[in-house]
C-alpha cells in the first residue's frame, strides 16, 4: 500500500514497459489472487480469481482507482483474517489436487507462502514500473 500512496490514476494506467501490466491491472490481480486463497483457506472449491486472472482497469477515474486500492487493503485484511482462524492441522490439510496453474495440491500453509511470495514479486514490479515513470 505505501507504494501506491502518491500514484495517481493515471501513472497507475500508464505501460512504461511496452506489453507489460500496468500498476493498476497489477493490483486487480493481486486482489483477485488475495480473495481466492481466502476462499479456499475457508473451504472453497478452487477456482480462478471471480474477475479473472488480469483482469481489465475500469474508467480511469479517481474514484476507481480508490475503489482499487480499497480493495486491495481489504482483500489483504480478508486473507490475513482467514489465516489466523487456520490451526496447525488445518494449515497442514492439501487443498485440491495438483493443478499448476490453479496452485493447488499444496498444503494451507504452502498455499500461504505462495501467496506471500506472488505479492513481494508483484510489488516489486510496482516499485520498479513506478521508477519507469520517474
Known sequence: MDLLAEVTPGMALERPI????SIWEIVLHMTGWQREVARRL???EPGM???GDWPNPPGPGPAAWTKAQTD??????????AVAVLSDEALAERIGTSDRPLGTGVT???M???????NAYHSGQIAL???GLE
Open 18 to 21: 511496452a506489453d507489460g501490466h
Open 42 to 44: 475457508a473451504g472453497a
Open 129 to 131: 514500473l513506478l521508477k
Open 49 to 51: 480469481p471471480e474477475g
Open 112 to 118: 500461504v507462502i505462495g501467496m506471500l511470495q506472488h
Open 108 to 110: 494451507k500453509a504452502e
Open 72 to 81: 486491495l487493503r481489504d482483500s489483504l485484511e480478508e486473507l490475513a483474517g
